[in-house]
């Protein structure tokens, strides 16, 4: 894949979340009688908005570090964990700004913080993207290889999809045997797939 594509669809999968949820607020303000404390609720407690983003940004950095040369990976990986930040940051914003909007610009602070914390997804996509770019800009101080910082890159998305998988299960009233043991195995795979990049390094901090 050239690398200018490879960009352009790693910047239309960072965008996506954004795309997503402006189109459902369209929809939903459009066939309802205008934008209020339902329709916030419904698009941010909406379970496959928040699996779609977290997808599109693990699938955009997974994009921007597999198209691009070995010497350029680390490089791509740090512009994507900033990427993150921003995106966090831009989502608290966003979703504070249209609660306040939803409760007619005029809510009591105790409503509008009720209804701000009642919407959980924003909240835990900031901090899941915070924890993803962390764990990803943690990762320059381990040395490795390039390939293998494409491995523990990775890892740390599998990972990352552990906790998800569980609360979406859960939030969805699956099986509760399936959620554990679809997320067990993606703990486990992200696991394996950090130590066998790693294993150079942790038997050198063994030996010490």
Same mark, same amino acid.
């Given at each position: 894949?050239?690398?200018?594509?490879?960009?352009?669809?790693?910047?239309?999968?960072?965008?996506?979340?954004?795309?997503?949820?402006?189109?459902?607020?369209?929809?939903?303000?459009? &066939?309802?009688?205008?934008?209020? !404390?339902? +329709?916030?609720?419904?698009?941010?407690?909406?379970? &496959?908005? #928040?699996?779609?983003?977290?997808?599109?940004? *693990?699938?955009?950095?997974?994009?921007?570090?597999?198209?691009?040369?070995? =010497?350029?990976?680390?490089?791509?990986?740090?512009?994507?964990?900033?990427? %993150?930040?921003?995106? @966090?940051?831009?989502?608290?914003?966003? *979703?504070?700004?249209?609660?306040?909007?939803?409760?007619?610009? =005029?809510?009591?602070?105790? @409503?509008?913080?009720?209804?701000?914390?009642?919407?959980?997804?924003?909240? &835990? /996509?900031?901090?899941?993207? /915070?924890?993803? =770019? *962390? %764990?990803?800009?943690?990762?320059?101080?381990?040395?490795? !290889?390039?390939? =293998?910082?494409?491995?523990?890159?990775?890892?740390? +998305?599998?990972?990352?999809?552990?906790?998800?998988?569980?609360?979406?299960? !859960?939030?969805?009233?699956?099986? #509760?045997?399936?959620?554990? +043991?679809?997320? &067990?195995?993606?703990?486990?795979?992200?696991?394996?797939? #950090?130590?066998?990049?790693?294993? !150079?390094?942790?038997?050198?901090?063994?030996?010490?």
């Amino acid at each position: 894949m050239k690398s200018e594509l490879a960009e352009d669809i790693s910047f239309i999968l960072f965008l996506l979340p954004v795309i997503l949820t402006g189109g459902f607020l369209l929809w939903a303000s459009s &066939i309802g009688s205008g934008y209020d !404390t339902d +329709i916030y609720l419904s698009i941010t407690r909406n379970p &496959i908005i #928040f699996v779609i983003s977290i997808l599109a940004v *693990s699938a955009g950095t997974l994009v921007e570090i597999y198209s691009n040369p070995l =010497s350029l990976r680390q490089r791509k990986l740090e512009i994507n964990a900033r990427r %993150m930040q921003w995106l @966090a940051g831009i989502t608290i914003l966003t *979703s504070a700004v249209a609660a306040w909007v939803s409760l007619g610009g =005029s809510a009591t602070p105790p @409503a509008f913080l009720g209804l701000f914390l009642t919407a959980r997804f924003p909240l &835990i /996509y900031s901090v899941l993207l /915070y924890v993803l =770019s *962390s %764990m990803l800009t943690l990762q320059f101080k381990i040395p490795s !290889t390039e390939s =293998s910082l494409v491995v523990n890159s990775t890892s740390v +998305i599998v990972l990352l999809l552990a906790p998800i998988s569980f609360l979406v299960g !859960t939030t969805a009233q699956l099986p #509760f045997a399936i959620v554990v +043991i679809v997320s &067990i195995s993606l703990l486990g795979l992200g696991i394996g797939l #950090f130590a066998q990049a790693n294993k !150079t390094w942790f038997r050198t901090e063994k030996s010490l």
